[in-house]
């Protein structure tokens, strides 16, 4: 736990430093999170939100994936969660988790060329959510479970039913305009001086990077042989424990080692398709 305490302190000194705002907030969220202290390469989105891409291009099996990425955004909040809770029982800091909504703005001004194409002027806003943002994405949530049969909330992100709930759950919120729902971690530093204190204690070594990369790598590995161990009729497209943990490990190579490159000319992104051209300011 001191390796995450040592990363993230590094990261959050920086951006209250640089970052800031004039109510001592900085506000990010979980993913960027884990890709600025470098926890994850710049890969893992990619690959994450482009996954039966990246099964067919590295031929590794789509359920492998899913369990990869469910497995690993759960250790990424854990220990990101335990080292902001860490920093605020030393008095550092307050934090908290913050829905936010990013909507479309029209000023209702539209144009329709002679080609047919809807021209309008459109900026997209992000605020907190409200009760009644939230109740109706727990709607929409509902509404695209059904549509896509998910049965466990895991279905919704980490299965082959992923992408039909998650342009369901798109339809339905465009029904407000909204276009992205998303989780958001606010927070406040206390004191800059007792942080530049507590900083000093945590020597940021030339290594670590690589440290850290290796423990997190370490830990996913060593979870999935033990799932394999528990329940090993359910992993039965692999010949062993070996054969099973080996994808575990080039996935890893792949989304968490920073010196990898970044594989966006191998793995394209899924084209989002609107229905309608818009000029966006």
């Known amino acids: 736990m001191l390796l995450y305490i040592n990363i993230l302190f590094h990261y959050y000194w920086k951006k209250i430093i640089n970052g800031h705002d004039q109510n001592r907030?900085?506000?990010?969220?979980?993913?960027?999170w884990a890709r600025e202290i470098n926890m994850v390469n710049q890969n893992y989105n990619l690959c994450k939100y482009n996954k039966e891409e990246t099964s067919r291009a590295i031929k590794y099996e789509l359920d492998t994936i899913n369990e990869f990425y469910n497995k690993s955004d759960d250790m990424i909040e854990?220990?990101?969660m335990n080292a902001l809770d860490y920093l605020k029982s030393a008095g550092l800091i307050i934090w908290r988790d913050v829905y936010k909504i990013t909507s479309e703005v029209s000023d209702e001004m539209v144009e329709i060329d002679s080609d047919g194409v809807v021209h309008a002027n459109i900026k997209l806003e992000t605020r907190e959510a409200s009760k009644e943002d939230m109740d109706f994405y727990a709607a929409c949530i509902k509404v695209a479970d059904e549509k896509a049969n998910i049965t466990n909330a895991s279905e919704r992100y980490y299965s082959k039913k992923s992408q039909r709930f998650n342009e369901a759950l798109k339809d339905e919120l465009y029904k407000r305009k909204i276009k992205l729902v998303y989780k958001s971690y606010e927070a406040y530093y206390i004191d800059l001086d007792k942080c530049s204190f507590v900083l000093n204690?945590?020597?940021?070594?030339?290594n670590i990077i690589k440290k850290f990369n290796d423990t997190f790598t370490e830990m996913i590995i060593g979870n999935a042989?033990?799932?394999f161990d528990k329940s090993p009729r359910k992993y039965t497209i692999y010949e062993s424990k070996d054969d099973y943990s080996l994808c575990f490990k080039g996935l890893c190579e792949m989304t968490i080692n920073n010196e990898t490159e970044y594989l966006g000319k191998r793995?394209?992104?899924?084209?989002v398709?609107?229905?309608y051209t818009l000029q966006i300011n």
Request: net charge positive; proline share 4%; no cysteine.
């Open 25 to 32: 907030k900085i506000d990010i969220t979980l993913g960027k």
């Open 225 to 227: 042989q033990k799932r």
């Open 273 to 275: 398709e609107d229905e």
């Open 267 to 271: 793995i394209n992104k899924r084209k």
């Open 201 to 206: 204690q945590f020597p940021h070594q030339s």
């Open 78 to 80: 854990y220990y990101i």
